[in-house]
């Protein structure tokens, strides 16, 4: 089945590392995001990349950085910067097209141990 | 800049009841909005979009939204909910034009369904 896989579903992170949050998509998709959820924000923007080996910043870039060598392949690295990294982190991708709807994956809770 | 607001953060209603999410929106040019649904703890999933044409959009599960470009609104409604309706709502704004290609969230409308 076509789909976007997030792992790990859970992640722990100890002070002052960097952690990797994986996406892949088999959908073929040009464009593929990050979100970060909270409670009572809604989601908010990350980084998203339109096509392989490019990439632009979100309303929330900072303390995250990303790569995207493979067109199936986004992830995303929370730094030891990011002071306030628990939330939950969802990916997408889509079509390219303004007007092409975003897949979602199931997401991964990442939380400050 | 583009930008969504959802008025009221958690809607509560009767089985059968209309359900009414309300969503305005901000953009500098003519807009693209979405509906998304999300259940507990999974991702967001979509209702129905709007892109040109008619104002009316039908989406999933009897779910519609119209597009109202003078209130700059595009409300979700659903005649009669069912229980399994119980989720969260997010209504998505990207502008049409340009090479920006951000979409942008709202806060997202809680919905309880009460038997």
């Known amino acids: 089945d076509g789909g976007i896989t997030q792992s790990p579903k859970y992640l722990f992170r100890k002070e002052g590392q960097n952690v990797t949050l994986s996406c892949e998509q088999n959908l073929n998709h040009d464009a593929m995001y990050w979100y970060r959820q909270d409670p009572g924000q809604g989601l908010r923007l990350i980084y998203y990349?339109?096509?392989?080996?490019?990439?632009q910043k979100g309303d929330i870039a900072e303390g995250y950085s990303v790569s995207r060598e493979k067109k199936e392949s986004f992830p995303l690295t929370v730094t030891s910067a990011q002071k306030n990294p628990t939330a939950f982190y969802l990916c997408?991708?889509?079509?390219?097209?303004?007007?092409?709807?975003?897949?979602f994956g199931s997401g991964t809770q990442l939380s400050v141990l | 800049a583009q930008s969504v607001t959802q008025l009221g953060s958690h809607v509560s209603v009767s089985e059968g009841a209309l359900v009414l999410l309300r969503c305005n929106y901000s953009s500098s040019v003519p807009p693209y909005l979405f509906w998304y649904v999300q259940y507990p703890n999974q991702g967001l999933q979509l209702l129905l979009k709007y892109t040109t044409g008619a104002t009316l959009v039908k989406g999933i599960n009897g779910f519609e939204a119209e597009f109202k470009k003078s209130e700059t609104s595009f409300h979700l409604t659903k005649p009669s909910a069912h229980m399994s309706d119980a989720a969260e709502y997010f209504c998505a704004v990207r502008e049409s034009g340009g090479s920006n290609y951000k979409l942008t969230f709202g806060k997202g409308t809680l919905l309880t369904v009460n038997p």
């Open positions: 990349s339109q096509i392989v080996n490019d990439f």
């Open positions: 997408a991708s889509s079509r390219r097209g303004k007007d092409e709807k975003l897949f």
